[in-house]
């Protein structure tokens, strides 16, 4: 009987342990101040003001893509120029190129390839008024959580955005621009 009470009480003495350790941990859990933002733990990779913008260009892979310039407040298409610019359609890149949120950050990588970026499946390039320029990298689709990778020239960070991000991004030029009517168009229609 005696090894009986020795045995609960050593279980008790263990479970009481244990129990004393989960509080511990909960307690530096609870105390530990986790950055996020706004955005559900979205963390900003990158922000530019549209009204900043001056140029946007983008290329995939095979080096094919559109470019956009801005005189005054008008956006015109450098490979349709004569084209009006869809700018439902052209707002939507803006938007994704200057406010990048991202899922997670992967801080100062030594070596972008691991990532799909040394060759990345799409670059995406911002003048600014003031004359500076950022680049953004797109490298490889994470097949595990559906990321892609991400890097911004001049940061040592990757971070991952949702596989959507590239979506914005087409190559098709009459996907963002539409033709100019006139009122001789206007005539002909009546």
């Known amino acids: 009987m005696a090894k009986k009470t020795g045995k609960r009480q050593l279980q ?6 244990i129990l004393i350790l989960s509080a511990a941990c909960y307690a530096v859990i609870r105390s530990m101040d986790f950055a996020e933002d706004s955005e559900g733990g979205a963390v900003t990779a990158l922000y530019v003001s549209k009204d900043e913008l001056t140029k946007i260009e983008w290329r995939n892979s095979d080096g094919e893509g559109l470019s956009f310039t801005k005189a ?3 956006w015109s298409c450098d490979e349709e120029p004569d084209k009006e610019v869809n700018t439902i359609k052209l707002d939507t890149a803006l938007d994704t190129a200057c406010d990048i949120k991202s899922n997670d950050v992967i801080s100062s990588v030594k070596d972008i390839s691991v990532y799909g970026l040394s060759e990345p499946s799409l670059t995406i390039s911002l003048e600014l008024n003031d004359g500076s320029k950022k680049t953004i990298k797109l490298g490889e689709l994470n097949a595990m959580t559906y990321d892609y990778y991400l890097c911004i020239e001049g940061d040592s960070n990757v971070y991952t955005v949702d596989s959507s991000f590239a979506d914005s ?6 996907e963002y621009t ?4 006139t009122q001789s168009d206007a005539v002909e229609a009546e």
């Not at 991004?169 to 009459?174: E, L, P, T, W, Y």
């Open 72 to 74: 005054g407040e008008e």
């Open 169 to 174: 991004f087409g190559v098709d030029a009459s």
């Open 12 to 17: 008790m003495i263990v479970l009481l342990a």
């Open 178 to 181: 539409e033709e100019v009517s």
